[in-house]
Each structure stands twice: as C-alpha cells, then as structure tokens.
C-alpha cells in the first residue's frame, strides 16, 4: 500500500542553524510533491512544489530537493527564525483523473532563540 | 478575497446528534475537499468533489455525507455523530492546474 513517512515528528534547533526535514515515500509514483506549514489551530498553508523531473527548488530561505530513485524530499530551512516554528507536512499526489493529495503526518519544528 | 470559509469554528455535540459542516470557496475552484486532523494520524481525506455536481469517497467516509451545492459551497455531514468523530476537519478547495491546495480555518468538533 501507499505509505508516507516523514521520518521526525519533532526536531529542535537553534536559530540561525538550517533546519532539514525529510520526507519519505513507498509505492508512488508521484508526479510531483508539495510542502505546506501549519501554524497551532490554522489549516495547513502551501509553500512549495515540486515537479518529478526537478531536483531542487528554491524560495528564499526555502529550499527543496526531490530524489525519485530515493523515493525522498528534503525540505531545508537556512538561517532559520524561532517565526518559523511549525509543523511542517509534505503532501504526494494519488495519480489518477481526479486530484487528490495523500499528507504525511508532519514534523513539529521548534526553532529555539 | 475571503478565500476558504469554514462555519462553525467549534462544535460539541451529543451522540447520536447530527449536524452539516458548511464550507465556502471564493476562489472559482472547481475542487474541493473534506478532511479530518486527529494526533498521530495526520491529515486524511474523507471526501472529495472534483466539479460541481460530483463527488467520491476518500480514505475514511464511513459516518459522513457530503453535498456539493454549487461549485462554492461543499457541505459534511453527520447524520449521527460517534465520540470517534471527535476531530478537528478541514475543508479545502484546488484550481484547475490542480496543485496547490487552499485550506480553510478547520472545524473543531467534540462528541461526547
């Protein structure tokens, strides 16, 4: 069956470190994935795609990787801010006609000052 | 540009008692979506509406109705609630480059 794994639900860091988070998956074939942040008692926000046959994209202080061999992305956070405190989710989508996103259950970044 | 609306932000009922989620897009998505959030299960889906006038079941529907309305308004509902529904739903809507998912600001629902 489908399986999304991201691998910490909790990771601590200092601030101005890079903060990176790793998601799994088994038995997609995902044309492309995504990342969204989560603020306590908010709904999920998107802040990156990316394609299958791109390794890397970047948005700022944001950068993501995407290994289709690995089955792995890696989502990094450089000189990170305790404002970036958040849980952070990585969605695939299903395939198929109809769009659908399967979400990983998130890890909670804490950013300590 | 209200986006993704949610009524009501937070609910307790009794089981057994019904009630509808209401959820409102103002962005002329075609796809919207119903979720619930539980700790340590993530986000799953429970229904979907691909266009006005379809829907389809997704990961967890059993308990749960939906009605698209119009291509704005995707309705849950409860026809009768279980202290396992206890969750906190979100309802989302896609555009049709079929990407990017808007939330809205979640339900938080308590049956006891």
């Known amino acids: 069956s489908q399986k999304i794994e991201q691998n910490s639900e909790a990771l601590n860091i200092q601030e101005g470190k890079t903060a990176t988070l790793t998601c799994n998956y088994t038995n997609y074939s995902p044309a492309y994935l995504q990342w969204y942040r989560q603020d306590p008692g908010r709904g999920p926000v998107f802040l990156l795609l990316i394609r299958e046959n791109e390794k890397e994209k970047r948005k700022e202080r944001l950068k993501v990787t995407f290994d289709t061999t690995l089955k792995q992305s890696l989502f990094h956070i450089t000189a990170s801010q305790p404002a970036d405190s958040a849980t952070y989710l990585c969605?695939?989508?299903?395939?198929?006609?109809?769009?659908?996103?399967?979400f990983g259950k998130g890890t909670l970044l804490t950013v300590n000052p | 540009n209200a986006g993704v609306t949610q009524t009501p932000k937070f609910q307790v009922l009794k089981t057994g008692q019904s009630m509808t989620l209401q959820c409102a897009q103002d962005m002329n998505h075609n796809s919207m979506y119903w979720y619930r959030q539980d700790p340590g299960m993530g986000l799953r889906l429970i229904y979907y509406s691909a266009s006005e006038g379809t829907t389809d079941k997704g990961e967890v529907p059993n308990g749960y109705n939906v009605s698209r309305l119009n291509k704005r308004e995707f309705s849950l509902r409860l026809e009768s609630a279980a202290p396992s529904q206890t969750s906190v739903y979100f309802c989302?809507?896609?555009?049709?480059?079929?990407?990017?998912?808007?939330f809205g600001p979640g339900t938080r629902l308590l049956v006891l």
């Open positions: 989302a809507s896609a555009g049709d480059l079929k990407e990017t998912q808007y």
């Open positions: 969605a695939l989508d299903s395939g198929g006609s109809n769009y659908k996103l399967t």
